[in-house]
């Protein structure tokens, strides 16, 4: 079924309020499938392509710091379509790291990720601590010229 055939039947009967919810083993393989999952959510957002490209970017960037950091087996990925809008959170039960910390990165070494996914969506919630970290990001679709 196309992300195309899954809007119209959607659109008979509107229920946006239920997350969609990947479980995801902590492996490089499985960036791609976080990310196919953003072109479906952007159509029924109506994103623009470039609105998609983006929010697949801060994704890759999100999923990345879970497989590079967390040293964990398996984290989930959801993804809310709202109104012109997409939510998408990345959820690990890993060690965390102190937010606060970051204020004087980015630098040669790195730490350009979170950087990068600020610039790209409209909102971003960091919650970490050392029971996990949830990121949050709201990426809102550009009104068509
Ligand atoms: N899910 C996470 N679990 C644990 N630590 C994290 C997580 N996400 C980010 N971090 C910490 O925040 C730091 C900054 O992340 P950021 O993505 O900005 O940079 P980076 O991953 O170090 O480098 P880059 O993304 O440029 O390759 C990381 O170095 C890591 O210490
Ligand atoms: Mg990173």
């Not at 609105?51 to 959801?78: C, P, Q, W």
């Not at 790195?110 to 909102?123: C, Y």
């Amino acid at each position: 079924m196309t992300c195309e055939t899954m809007k119209n039947i959607q659109s008979t009967e509107p229920d946006f309020t239920e997350p969609i919810v990947l479980e995801l083993p902590s492996s490089s393989e499985y960036i791609l499938l976080a990310r196919l999952v953003v072109s479906c959510v952007g159509q029924l957002a109506e994103f623009e392509p470039e609105d998609v490209y983006d929010m697949k970017l801060a994704v890759t960037e999100g999923v990345t710091n879970v497989i590079r950091h967390a040293a964990v087996k398996s984290f989930h990925v959801e993804y809310r379509v709202l109104p012109r809008a997409v939510q998408v959170v990345v959820v690990d039960k890993g060690g965390g790291f102190d937010v606060g910390e970051l204020a004087a990165r980015p630098d040669e070494q790195g730490g350009f990720g979170l950087a990068v996914i600020r610039s790209l969506v409209d909102e971003v919630t960091v919650d970490s601590s050392s029971s996990g970290t949830r990121l949050k990001m709201i990426r809102r679709a550009t009104v068509p010229e």
